[in-house]
């Protein structure tokens, strides 16, 4: 199974933008899905998470209030909407997924949470 992430481009500040995650098999049931980015040379970072059974979202810092995430567990697919884009959002996007069942809220912005990764979609923001 891959994930394929899609929707990045070229935005000006205070710009939308929304991003795109679908796996490969249309019958691929997720239980957590989570976008993160990397700006170059910077570590890659938590965006956004999103987990079903129980539901819940979370997002870093840096996006509350500007970005949400949404998505369908029975099709393993994830949406992020960005808002209010900065400049400082600039970085490829990946978006990544779990199929089996995910633990503490706690445990969702770290990357070994996921089994699968897409390939990135660049997002560049300009001033």
């Known amino acids: 199974v891959q994930l394929q992430a899609s929707g990045g481009g070229l935005v000006q500040a205070a710009g939308s933008l929304r991003l795109s995650c679908a796996a490969s098999e249309r019958r691929f049931v997720t239980y957590a899905m989570a976008w993160f980015r990397q700006a170059p040379g910077k570590e890659r970072e938590f965006v956004a998470a999103?987990?079903?059974?129980?539901?819940?979202?979370g997002y870093a810092d840096s996006v509350k209030g500007r970005f949400t995430i949404s998505g369908d567990s029975a099709r393993g697919t994830a949406y992020l909407q960005m808002n209010s884009l900065r400049p400082e959002d600039t970085a490829v996007y990946y978006c990544?997924?779990?199929?089996?069942?995910?633990?503490?809220?706690?445990?969702?912005?770290?990357?070994?949470?996921?089994?699968?990764w897409g390939q990135g979609t660049q997002v560049t923001v300009s001033s």
């Open positions: 999103i987990r079903w059974r129980p539901g819940y979202t």
């Open positions: 990544a997924g779990r199929n089996r069942l995910a633990g503490a809220t706690t445990t969702l912005p770290s990357p070994e949470t996921y089994d699968y």
